[in-house]
């Protein structure tokens, strides 16, 4: 407890640091934290479509809950490891990398999942939460293309644009409905 009452004071005496920042800021994205899925059967779920190397996995979990869920290799590979151990997957190098298939009895563990781990996760985010991620990231293209190809006169209306989509979300904040 020392050490933690040291360091708000060192923080104190800096003038603070304000709330934490960033995607694991406080609460996690966007003021709450993102729920955690169910790595092993995410895996076994994948796998029940087709054989995938371990990072495929990962970037196909990531799309399916538009961004809101991406395991980390740290939790991926130890579960693909299990698994294989477990005799539900099987392993094998193709062009330099190991491709996951499931084997029979991996594949019952999957057919008795009734929704894929994935379902969850979306669900309970709600259906603009799901959609933000891809939408910022369409959004950030074409800023891109706007500062890559646009004249002056036409960056000069985008950031116009963009400070006015800037101050339109603290509105939506402050109307709070809810």
């Known amino acids: 407890m020392r050490k933690r009452s040291m ?12 709330p934490g920042f960033g995607p694991r ?11 955690r899925g169910n790595v092993r059967a995410a895996i076994l779920a994948l796998l029940a479509e087709r ?15 538009g961004g809101l869920w991406r395991p980390s290799p740290g939790s991926v590979y130890p579960t693909l490891q299990l698994l294989e151990d ?3 997957i099987s392993g094998e190098q193709s062009s330099g ?9 991996g594949r019952t563990e999957a057919e008795a999942q009734r929704t894929p781990p994935w379902a969850e996760i979306t669900e ?10 891809d939408a910022m990231g369409r959004l950030m293209m074409a800023i891109r293309q706007v500062m890559h190809a646009g004249s002056e ?8 644009v963009i400070n006015d989509a800037r101050r339109r979300l603290y509105g939506i904040l402050a109307d709070d409905e809810e």
């Open 124 to 133: 309970d985010a709600g259906e603009a939460a799901t959609h933000f991620h």
């Open 86 to 88: 477990e005799g539900l």
């Open 153 to 160: 006169e036409q960056k000069a209306r985008a950031l116009e």
């Open 97 to 105: 990398k190991r491709l996951f298939s499931l084997a029979e009895a």
């Open 51 to 65: 054989p995938m190397h371990g990072y495929e996995m990962i970037q196909e979990l990531e799309s399916r809950t």
């Open 7 to 18: 360091h708000r004071e060192e923080r104190a005496a800096f003038g603070g640091w304000g």
């Open 25 to 35: 800021g406080r609460g996690g994205r966007g003021g709450r934290r993102t729920k």
